[in-house]
C-alpha cells in the first residue's frame, strides 16, 4: 500500500501519539494501580491541626463539621476560619464550641489592608495552629470514615514534609456529574501517580496536609498571593521533592466533596484552577500541556483520517489498540479510586474529557477575572 505524503503524516502523527500514550499509562499510571494500599495506622504518633477555610458555609459547616469534630484520634484541633461570613456561619460556629472543645474559631473582619481571599484566610488558621502537623479539607467535605486523621497523620520518615489524599466528588444523577467525576479521577491519577514517580506537582487542598515549619519556611503564599487560587496546587508544586511527599489512597482516608450542580459554576471552578496551573515550574507545565496537546493531535489525526480511504484501517486499528489497552488499566483504578460506576463508560467519558479541556483552555484565554467565592 503506498501512501501519499499527507497520508504518510497523518499515519506517523497518530503512531507517535499512540507511543505518547502507552508510556503515560503503562509506565506512569499503571504504578498508582499496581501499588499496593496500605493499612491505616493503630496508632497515633503527634497532636494535629486541622485547618479549614468557610466564607458563607452554614449549610455545610453544619452537616460535615461534626464527622472531622469527631474523628477518632487521640489529639487534635479543628480550626474553622470564618472568612467575612454573614449567613450564619459565626453563629453555628459559636453554638459548636459549646458542644466540641477542639475546635478553634479565627475570624477574618472585613478591611482594606490585606489581599481578602482564601489564601489570607488559610495563613490566618496556619498561624493560629497549636500543632506541627497541618491537616487541610473544605467546608463541603466529609470524610469517608471515623479514621481519616489517622492515615493522614505526619509520615514514620522525618524527612516527609507532606502528604497528598484524594477527593472524590460525590455522585449524583446527570452528565454534568459524570464529567466531574471522571475529570476529578484523572486529575487524581496523575498527580498521585507522578508523586510515586518521584514528581510530585500539585495537591488538592480538599485533602492534604504539610509542616507548619514548611509553610513559614518556604514563605506561605507569598510568591503567589496576587491570584485567587493555588492555596494548595501552587505550594505543593513550589515546595514539594521526590523524598519529603508521599501519598495516601486508602478507601478510609478518602474526603468526599458536594460537586457543583451547574456547568457555569464547575467552569468557574477549573477556571481558577487553570490560572494556578500558569504558575507551575516548567517542566510540570511542559508534561501536563503535553498531555492535552498529544490528546488533541490523536483525536485530530483519526478524523483527518477519516476523509483518506488507505488510512481507514490502520486508523481505526490504532484507536481500537490505545482503547484496549487504555481500557486494562484506568477501569481498574476508576474502581480503586471509588468511581466504579464510571469504568463502563471509561471510553466515551474519555473523549467527552478531552472536547471539555480544550473548551475551558480557549474559554481560559478570554475570561480573566475569578475570585474565591
Not at 518556604?218 to 503567589?224: I, L, R, S, T
Not at 503535553?290 to 484507536?319: D, N, T
Amino acid at each position: 500500500m503506498e501512501l501519499t505524503i499527507i497520508e504518510a503524516c497523518l499515519l506517523g502523527i497518530l503512531v507517535f501519539c499512540l507511543l505518547v500514550q502507552l508510556y503515560f499509562s503503562l509506565f506512569v499510571h499503571l504504578k498508582l494501580a499496581r501499588i499496593k494500599v496500605e493499612e491505616i495506622p493503630q496508632s497515633a504518633s503527634e497532636p494535629i491541626s486541622v485547618v479549614i477555610c468557610a466564607r458563607n458555609e452554614v449549610k455545610n459547616l453544619e452537616q460535615n463539621l461534626p464527622a472531622i469534630l469527631e474523628q477518632q484520634y487521640p489529639d487534635f484541633e479543628v480550626i474553622v476560619v470564618n472568612d467575612r461570613s454573614w449567613d450564619g456561619t459565626k453563629e453555628l460556629l459559636q453554638d459548636f464550641t459549646k458542644i466540641y472543645k477542639n475546635l478553634k474559631i479565627v475570624t477574618v473582619l472585613d478591611g482594606a489592608r490585606f489581599f481578602a481571599g482564601k489564601k489570607f484566610a488559610a495563613t490566618m488558621g496556619i498561624k493560629a495552629a497549636s500543632h506541627q502537623w497541618l491537616v487541610f479539607t473544605d467546608a463541603d467535605c466529609i470524610p469517608a470514615s471515623p479514621h481519616w486523621l489517622m492515615d493522614m497523620q505526619p509520615p514514620k520518615e522525618a524527612q516527609q514534609e507532606i502528604v497528598l489524599g484524594y477527593s472524590p466528588y460525590i455522585k449524583k444523577r446527570g452528565l454534568l456529574n459524570a464529567l466531574i467525576r471522571f475529570e476529578t479521577f484523572f486529575t487524581a491519577v496523575n498527580y498521585l501517580s507522578f508523586a510515586l514517580k518521584g514528581m510530585p506537582y500539585m495537591g488538592v487542598g480538599r485533602n492534604m496536609a504539610y509542616k507548619k515549619s514548611l509553610f513559614f519556611e518556604n514563605k506561605g503564599f507569598a510568591a503567589h498571593m496576587h491570584i485567587p487560587s493555588g492555596d494548595d496546587d501552587l505550594f505543593v508544586n513550589a515546595n514539594a521533592t521526590p523524598y519529603n511527599t508521599s501519598i495516601r489512597i486508602n478507601p478510609d482516608t478518602h474526603v468526599w466533596t458536594e460537586p457543583q450542580t451547574t456547568f457555569k459554576a464547575y467552569l468557574r471552578q477549573k477556571k481558577r484552577h487553570f490560572g494556578a496551573g500558569k504558575l507551575y515550574k516548567s517542566k510540570h507545565k511542559f508534561i501536563l500541556s503535553s498531555q492535552i496537546i498529544i490528546q488533541f493531535l490523536f483525536y485530530a489525526a483519526l478524523v483527518a483520517a477519516c476523509f483518506f480511504k488507505p488510512l481507514w484501517y490502520p486508523a481505526l486499528g490504532i484507536f481500537i489498540f490505545s482503547i484496549i489497552i487504555r481500557c486494562f488499566i484506568y477501569p481498574k483504578l476508576l474502581k480503586r479510586l471509588n468511581y466504579p460506576g464510571l469504568a463502563w463508560w471509561f471510553p466515551v467519558m474519555d473523549i467527552l474529557l478531552f472536547i471539555f479541556l480544550v473548551f475551558n483552555g480557549i474559554l481560559s484565554i478570554f475570561v480573566k477575572k475569578v475570585q474565591w467565592k
